[in-house]
């Protein structure tokens, strides 16, 4: 399961703004229309390990997330 290691701890809308993916395109892969390609599935992994990182990293990167 692609997204199980966030389920329940945050909602789609919020890892998908948190993150800087496009809700449609997480909803594509969860619901498997299409499938992450290799960049996409190495982001998740790094998302995954360390999400407070990635989070902090993104601070001011991501639209509509403050620095």
């Given at each position: 399961?692609?997204?199980?290691f966030f389920r329940g701890a945050i909602g789609q809308e919020?890892?998908?703004?948190?993150?800087?993916?496009?809700?449609?395109?997480?909803?594509?892969?969860e619901q498997g229309r299409c499938n992450p390609d290799q960049?996409?599935?190495?982001?998740?992994?790094?998302?995954?390990?360390?999400?407070?990182?990635?989070?902090?990293?993104?601070?001011?990167?991501?639209?509509?997330?403050?620095?």
């Open positions: 399961d692609l997204f199980g919020e890892f998908a703004a948190a993150f800087g993916i496009p809700i449609g395109t997480l909803r594509d892969w960049a996409a599935l190495s982001y998740l992994k790094v998302i995954e390990r360390d999400p407070k990182a990635v989070r902090e990293a993104l601070e001011g990167c991501v639209p509509g997330r403050s620095a």
